[in-house]
């Protein structure tokens, strides 16, 4: 097994799923400064051979300082040449020591004032310990509170005031023992309460659950929440906003003194809930978003209207990367506790820290908070290193950049309706893309909000050798933290690379901008686990879904074969057709069913309907690839998912065209109660049907001899039905392995007529008529399958086709594409993928339209078909001027449903 597969088997199912979608299945052997060296693809883990990529990803902002700088890696060689001991908990630990003491004087420089610091692993590790520190701190505030005013009432009981009135202050007038026993009865109310936190809107925090709580978790799937504490958001950010959000916490308090002449007084003293306010100074992963100065410092105040301590949360924005050791400095508001990690470990160690005021420091909280892993003396002494860096980076940092800005906004100048913005200050940038709008569907969809940064990131990765990723919360924003090591070439690459890819944008080329996608992808596709949540309101009744003033059906439809991927999304119509099974390859169950177009369609009565065509994202190889496999549950999900937005647009039939059906068992699996649904397959057979009858009243008998493809299908077994009374013989040809199954069709026919079964196509050599229906993605039927000589007629009604294209040209095959329906009156709707001539589409299609025009007739064809339901569909069509369109090899003719009509057709085509 190799990496690529025990990452996806063991580590990480779900990233090893997209990355493969995305072409970011690339692995990585070596790291120096800036650059990594990208294991080439099928390449020896062993060999130099390796191809270097500029990274700008910096471990999401811990390699300010590259990949494995040298000093710090020397700091590393020697702790195992000391043999330090790595485990030595319950002693004292002096790296811990040193380490503690450079970052508080390190924070001290900017705010004057001194910390305990609390070392950590990982950055949400820090902020838990924030979390915990806010909350003991703010239950010992109360608990001290509650003491004072305790003592204050012993107090006036003792002097035998007790019933003494109030001599000023807001509770004049009221007994000061009353007074005092109210305030009690709040602080123990409030003592009960759990603390709440605060953050802001698109706040980043970790994943943990306290720091998850805090984080703005909006692209995360909801069932991933995990309740953390109490918590608030603060959306707006305007300073008089953001200081009066939380007033309705407070709970006031009247609090007593007694003056020297034994007078009581009282006084306002507020208690509340809140414990602390969380703030990144630049807020990283939504996209790098500074937090303007004014709004640091109306949390400032905030935080102090409710006695909570004031967080940074400096661990992507800080130690220097920035242009200042904190990010918070230039802004001169000052925070109570400090949070740092990322870049504080250079790259090599997993370590953080919480740093807390010693005014404010609880110090048993550093006795009962601890772990195994903190304090240890190797993160500590490379972070002690890392520290020395940041100070000898700080210039090169403002320096690179500000070039490195400057440039990307030149670039954001050139195509402004690619690049809506450039962020960021230092080494922290960020470039926000505009979402594209392409014209087809299938683009819109691939290029949506969460995706756009990954193609990106492929596109940069494949041509420009450079990588990147977007930001964790706000996707569309690709991140950009190279270290400080940069150099001023690498910058003009960089620069390049935008300009790339925002022209591509610009321009349209969508075909180039995601050519990535078409290589090959290696190893196996494994479906999107489900996410079992509601994920769409359905309208209130059917037909509501919408300002329809006309009844909506949906008709939902798989690509049939890549080659077709052009007429979905014309923008890709210069792939060749192993770069469009190739792009469909990687892209297999990373989309959710979308719609493709709208049109109404009218019948000869009048009536109107309106059609919404939902593309479901697979092919047909794809899905008999994926029955094959064991992954039916996959396909009926996504085929239920279209169903779900079919009827969330409003739908009062949902019709299920080629795959989708199959994959459905015949429809049954799509349970609905309020709206029809419908195979379409019942016109399909009556198409055929009407046909083959006449075909075969006028031949003579020895010509009445029927090979049947496909009679274990849904079609095809209704087919040997109605057509078996009219035949002399008939052979059922299924695959090798299909007897048994054939054989119970057969036995029904035994009555009608003399039928026969057989494993082997060449049985068709003696049949002058062939239908064909099976659910196969490949052609089945060769030239050398039919009769040399005689005539025959080939009547192919599958969706990808049965016949081999080879066979059209016989001289003495005649091939019908059956299923086919003329719309009335002049209409040409087009539907992409679809690549009928215009004004015909598919019966499946046709029937789901003419179900849109009687609300009241039954769907004819749910579940298995029946020669009734098949008749009831042709009733159908001929009430609304639907006639059967034959495609007669690649000609089109177009037949009205009379028999008359028909038979003299037939004679005039096929006879
Ligand atoms: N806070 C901020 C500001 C962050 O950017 C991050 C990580 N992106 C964290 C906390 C969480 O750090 P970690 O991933 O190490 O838990």
């Not at 800036?34 to 294991?39: A, G, K, Q, S, V």
């Not at 109605?722 to 040809?733: R, Y």
């Amino acid at each position: 097994m190799n990496a690529d597969s025990a990452f996806a088997r063991y580590a990480r199912p779900e990233f090893a799923r997209l990355f493969r979608a995305l072409h970011l299945d690339v692995t990585y052997r070596a790291g120096q400064g800036d650059h990594l060296t990208r294991e080439l693809p099928g390449g020896d883990a062993g060999t130099e051979a390796g191809e270097q990529i500029l990274d700008l990803v910096g471990g999401a902002g811990s390699s300010l300082f590259g990949h494995n700088h040298p000093e710090l890696v020397e700091v590393a060689r020697r702790c195992f040449d000391e043999q330090l001991p790595f485990n030595a908990q319950g002693s004292i630990r002096p790296g811990a020591a040193e380490l503690a003491r450079r970052l508080s004087e390190a924070v001290e420089a900017t705010t004057g004032a001194s910390y305990v610091v609390t070392l950590g692993c990982t950055g949400a590790d820090a902020v838990e310990s924030a979390v915990k520190h806010a909350t003991v701190e703010h239950r010992r505030r109360l608990g001290a509170l509650q003491e004072e005013f305790e003592r204050s009432l012993r107090r006036v009981r003792r002097d035998g005031i007790a019933d003494a009135p109030c001599a000023s202050g807001p509770a004049a007038g009221s007994p000061c023992a009353e007074v005092l026993g109210e305030a009690l009865d709040r602080i123990a109310g409030m003592r009960r309460r759990d603390p709440v936190f605060v953050s802001l809107r698109d706040a980043f925090h970790g994943k943990t659950t306290a720091a998850g709580t805090l984080t703005h978790g909006g692209n995360v799937p909801e069932d991933l929440h995990v309740p953390g504490p109490q918590h608030r958001r603060l959306h707006a950010w305007t300073p008089h906003e953001v200081v009066t959000a939380f007033d309705a916490e407070r709970v006031l308090v009247h609090s007593v003194t007694v003056d020297a002449a034994g007078v009581p007084h009282s006084a306002v003293r507020y208690l509340s809930p809140v414990a602390a306010c969380f703030a990144e100074p630049i807020q990283g992963e939504s996209g790098v978003h500074e937090v303007p100065a004014e709004t640091l410092a109306a949390l400032r105040e905030l935080a102090d209207r409710h006695g909570a301590a004031l967080v940074f949360d400096e661990i992507q924005c800080g130690m220097g990367r920035t242009g200042t050791f904190l990010a918070s400095e230039p802004s001169g508001v000052v925070a109570d506790y400090y949070l740092f990690s990322k870049s504080l470990g250079g790259g090599l160690a997993k370590v953080s820290a919480l740093l807390v005021a010693d005014d404010r420091y609880v110090p048993e909280f550093g006795r009962h908070h601890t772990s195994t892993f903190a304090d240890d003396e190797f993160s500590s002494r490379i972070a002690t290193a890392a520290l020395d860096l940041s100070l000898v980076c700080r210039d090169r940092i403002v320096e690179v950049g500000t070039m490195l800005r400057d440039r990307l906004a030149q670039v954001a100048a050139r195509w402004p309706d690619a690049i809506a913005e450039v962020r960021g200050r230092g080494l922290l940038l960020g470039v926000e893309f505009s979402l594209p709008r392409p014209e087809s569907g299938l683009l819109r969809e691939v290029f949506d909000s969460e995706s756009l940064g990954y193609l990106i990131a492929g596109r940069m990765l494949h041509t420009h050798r450079i990588r990147v990723i977007p930001t964790l919360s706000a996707p569309t924003t690709i991140r950009v933290q190279p270290s400080a090591l940069i150099e001023p070439a690498d910058v003009d690459r960089v620069a390049a690379a935008f300009d790339d890819v925002a022209g591509l944008l610009s321009r349209g080329d969508y075909a180039t901008l995601i050519e990535h996608l078409t290589v090959p992808a290696d190893g196996g596709w494994q479906p999107r686990q489900h996410v079992p949540l509601p994920r769409r309101d359905r309208p209130a009744g059917p037909g509501a879904g919408g300002s329809a003033d006309v009844p909506r059906v949906a008709f939902l439809a798989n690509l049939d074969v890549p080659s077709k991927l052009w007429s979905m999304a014309p923008e890709l119509a210069g792939w060749s057709d192993e770069q469009c099974a190739a792009a469909l390859d990687r892209m297999q169950g990373e989309l959710d069913p979308f719609e493709v177009v709208r049109h109404r369609i009218t019948s000869e009565t009048r009536g109107i309907v309106e059609v919404v065509m939902v593309a479901v994202p697979f092919t047909a190889a794809q899905a008999n690839a994926a029955l094959r496999e064991g992954q039916g549950p996959w396909l009926r999900r996504t085929v239920l998912d279209a169903v779900e937005l079919g009827v969330s647009l409003g739908a009062e039939v949902v019709g299920l065209g080629g795959h989708t059906s199959i994959v459905t068992n015949a429809a049954r699996d799509v349970v609905e109660s309020d709206i029809r649904v419908t195979s379409g397959n019942s016109l399909t057979a009556a198409c055929a049907y009407d046909l083959l009858r006449l075909k075969l009243a006028e031949s003579g008998p020895g010509e009445r001899r029927v090979g049947l493809v496909g009679g274990i299908g849904n079609i095809g077994s209704v087919m040997a039905e109605l057509i078996a009374p009219h035949c002399a013989s008939m052979v059922l040809v299924g695959r090798p392995g299909s007897a048994r199954r054939l054989a119970t069709v057969a036995d029904r026919l035994t009555e009608l007529t003399d039928v026969s079964i057989a494993d082997d196509l060449e049985a068709l050599r003696d049949c002058p008529i062939v239908v064909s229906a099976t659910n196969s993605s490949e052609p089945v039927i060769m030239p050398h399958h039919l009769a040399g000589d005689e005539k025959v007629l080939v009547c192919d009604l599958a969706v990808p086709g049965d016949v081999h294209p080879a066979v059209a040209g016989l001289p003495n095959v005649t091939l019908v594409s059956g299923g086919r329906i003329q719309l009335p009156g002049v209409q040409t709707p087009h539907f992409p993928g679809i690549t009928l001539p215009p004004g015909i589409l598919y019966s499946c299609l046709a029937e789901t339209v003419l179900l849109g025009l009687e609300p009241t007739t039954p769907s004819p064809s749910y579940g298995g078909l029946t020669s009734g339901g098949v008749l009831a569909a042709r009733d159908l069509a001929m009430r609304h001027g639907f006639h059967p369109a034959r495609i007669v090899s690649d000609d089109i003719s177009v037949r009205p449903w009379t028999v008359d009509q028909f038979s003299s057709a037939l004679e005039e085509n096929i006879g």
